[in-house]
């Protein structure tokens, strides 16, 4: 059997993070770390994240084709707002049922930050939408309104539910306005 070589060492290249002048100190006394601020370095970094909606493909197809559809457990008529495969309650399977996007507003919130994609858009309004046909209720956002001049007189008022013109396979496909 022939003794196969390994590298002794790893070449150095210009490849990822190049630091100078970390500070350390210089002689034997280690206790001054507990002193040194953290080293802070911005690296960027990316994937390509692959998912499946599932049981909720159908929602999001019919968003696309600027259609609403909502589940229903065909026994009792609960009706979930948003796509849900199974009924909670009894674990049976629910069927989709399509509805106009018009409803009123429940609740509302006005958010001052958001995650990195909706951050360039605060404020902005998040609304919880009751439909008639519906027993839960839809979490949307609020277009058209100023965001300081939310109000309590907000609730009851109608929404219309309108799409984006290219669909972006996302619940924001859908947002709502106030219906005057």
Not at 30 to 59: A, C, E, H, R, T
Not at 129 to 142: A, S, Y
Not at 164 to 170: D, Q, Y
Request: charged share 25%.
């Amino acid at each position: 059997m022939s003794e196969k070589e390994f590298p002794q060492r790893i070449e150095d290249d210009l490849s990822g993070t190049v630091v100078f002048n970390i500070p350390f100190p210089t002689g034997d006394d280690l206790s001054v770390l507990k002193q040194m601020s953290p080293i802070v370095i911005k690296y960027p970094y990316s994937i390509d994240y692959n998912f499946s909606y599932g049981q909720d493909s159908p929602f999001f197809a019919a968003l696309a084709n600027k259609r609403f559809i909502v589940c229903r457990e065909p026994e009792t008529g609960y009706t979930y707002a948003n796509p849900r495969g199974h009924d909670m309650y009894t674990g049976k399977e629910t069927e989709w049922v399509e509805i106009e996007p018009k409803g009123e507003i429940h609740a509302f919130t006005t958010c001052y930050f958001g995650s990195e994609a909706f951050l360039p858009e605060t404020p902005f309004v998040l609304i919880l939408v009751k439909f008639p046909e519906c027993d839960t209720l839809f979490l949307g956002r609020l277009i058209g309104v100023n965001p300081d001049d939310a109000n309590l007189d907000w609730i009851g008022k109608t929404v219309r539910g309108r799409f984006l013109r290219n669909a972006k396979l996302k619940p924001t496909d859908i947002y709502f306005n106030l219906v005057e």
